[in-house]
C-alpha cells in the first residue's frame, strides 16, 4: 500500500511531528511505502487564486471553479498544486495529520483541500460520494486537540465530536470517495503529562498496525436520498440516531 500523509505542522519537534514521525516508521515497518507533504516546509500556500492556473478560462472575471474545471481540461495546474494532485493519485491510503485548531485544521491545510481537490480533479457532477474519483481509497484523520475527551463527548462543552470534524469527514473526503476510517484523535495536549502523551503514542503504533482490520465509518449511499438530496422517508426513518451522518 502507499500512504501519503498530509502534515500540517509548524514545528518538527510538535507532538504532530511525533505522530507523523510514528506513522512514518510503523507503516514503513509493515511494508508500506509512505509520503509525506509537509506543507509548512513546502511553504505551501494556503490562499485560493489566480496563481493556482497556468492560464486563464477567463481573464476579466475570476471565477474559481470555472477556472479549475478548465485547468483539468488541459489548460494546467500550477506546479505545487499539480505535484500534490499526483501524490493522491499514487495513493491508496490517506492520513490527515493536523493539531485542531479553532475546531478545524490549520488555515494551510483547508488551503491544500481548496486548491488540490480541485472540481475536474477530484470531483465533478457524475464523480463524487459512492462514484467518486478516490472510490477503493482509505482515508484517516489523525488529530491532536488541546481539549479533553470529555468536552468532545456529548453533552460537553465543545459539543460531539462527530459534528466537529463532519465537514472533513464527510464534506471533503466521504465526498471524493474515500472510504473513511474513524479518526484518530490525541486528545488533552493541553493539560496531557508526559506519560500521557506516550500513552497516546502507543495507542497510534496500536491503530497504524491494526489499519486491515478497522471498519470504516458508515455513510449513506447516493442510492438513499432522492433528487433533491434528501434522504428518502423510509431510509430515514430506519436509520435516524445512528450516527455518522444518519
Ligand atoms: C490557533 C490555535 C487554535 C486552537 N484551537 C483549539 C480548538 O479549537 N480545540 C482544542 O481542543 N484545542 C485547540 N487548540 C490547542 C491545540 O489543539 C493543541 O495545542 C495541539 O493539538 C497540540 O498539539 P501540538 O502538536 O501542537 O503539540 P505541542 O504543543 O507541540 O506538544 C505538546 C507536548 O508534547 C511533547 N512531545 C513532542 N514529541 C513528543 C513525544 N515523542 N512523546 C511525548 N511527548 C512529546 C512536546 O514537547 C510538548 O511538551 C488550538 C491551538 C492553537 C494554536
Request: no cysteine.
Amino acid at each position: 500500500v502507499h500512504v501519503l500523509i498530509v502534515y500540517a505542522h509548524p514545528e518538527p519537534k510538535s507532538f504532530n511531528g511525533a505522530m507523523r514521525d510514528l506513522a512514518v516508521s510503523v507503516l514503513g515497518e509493515l511494508g508500506h511505502t509512505v509520503e509525506v507533504s509537509d506543507l509548512y516546509a513546502m511553504n505551501f500556500r494556503a490562499g485560493a487564486g489566480r496563481g493556482d492556473f497556468l492560464e486563464a478560462a477567463d481573464g476579466d472575471y475570476f471565477n474559481y471553479l470555472k477556472e479549475e474545471m478548465h485547468a483539468a481540461e488541459g489548460g494546467g495546474f500550477s506546479e505545487d498544486i499539480r505535484g500534490e494532485q499526483e501524490k493522491l493519485m499514487a495513493a491508496d491510503f490517506l492520513i490527515l495529520q493536523f493539531p485542531l485548531w479553532w475546531f478545524s485544521t490549520p488555515a494551510i491545510l483547508k488551503g491544500w483541500v481548496e486548491r488540490v481537490m480541485a472540481v475536474g480533479f477530484a470531483y465533478d457532477r457524475q464523480r463524487r460520494f459512492d462514484n467518486g474519483v478516490f472510490r477503493g481509497r482509505r482515508a484517516m484523520l489523525s488529530l491532536s486537540a488541546g481539549g479533553p475527551a470529555a468536552a468532545y463527548s456529548a453533552g460537553g462543552i465543545s459539543g460531539n465530536l462527530e459534528v466537529v470534524l463532519w465537514p472533513l469527514q464527510n464534506g471533503v473526503l466521504n465526498f471524493v470517495g474515500y472510504q473513511v476510517l474513524p479518526p484518530f484523535i490525541a486528545f488533552g495536549l493541553a493539560r496531557g503529562d508526559a506519560e500521557a502523551r506516550q500513552a497516546i503514542l502507543s495507542d497510534y503504533e496500536a491503530r497504524l498496525r491494526g489499519l486491515d482490520d478497522v471498519q470504516p465509518l458508515a455513510f449513506h449511499h447516493l442510492d438513499d436520498f432522492d433528487d433533491t438530496f434528501r434522504l428518502k422517508p423510509d431510509v430515514m426513518a430506519k436509520t435516524a440516531g445512528q450516527g455518522w451522518g444518519r
